[in-house]
């Protein structure tokens, strides 16, 4: 059983160590899409810069989380957890890009099952 204990939180610690530095990375280049997309109308109003901008500095902090996943696993996945499910939020009140929203509650979830996991025994971090 604590083998695959193990397994599941490094496939976990993987996974959310170099997803958000490479969708952080992304919001330089648009490689997989558009991100500005996401920002709302009314949000992309009160900020006082572009909204590629904006994601700039989204991809700076996903960039800082997933290198926390990596380096100090049950910090950063709470990080983690915490920022797919303010992602979620934003999009569920805006009412846009839903089924975005549905998918990252589940990341989140798994996020803060791999903080859960790396404060057990068998966990290094």
């Known amino acids: 059983m604590n083998s695959n204990v193990h397994v599941v939180k490094n496939i976990l610690k993987y996974t959310f160590g170099l ?11 648009n490689i997989l899409t ?12 009160m900020i006082p810069f572009e909204p590629s901008t904006f ?11 997933g290198v926390l996943v990596l380096t100090k696993t049950k910090l ?6 915490a920022w797919l499910t303010a992602i979620a939020l934003t999009l569920i ?3 846009s890009y839903v089924d975005v ?25």
């Open 19 to 29: 997803v958000p530095i490479v969708a952080g990375l992304d919001k330089f280049t």
């Open 34 to 45: 558009n991100w500005s997309q996401y920002v709302s109308d009314g949000f992309a109003g």
């Open 55 to 65: 994601m700039m500095i989204v991809g700076v902090i996903e960039i800082v989380a």
């Open 76 to 81: 950063g996945a709470y990080v983690v957890s």
């Open 93 to 95: 009140f805006s009412w």
């Open 101 to 125: 929203a549905v998918r990252d509650l589940v990341m989140a979830i798994a996020a803060f099952s791999l903080a859960k996991l790396s404060e057990t025994n068998f966990s290094t971090n």
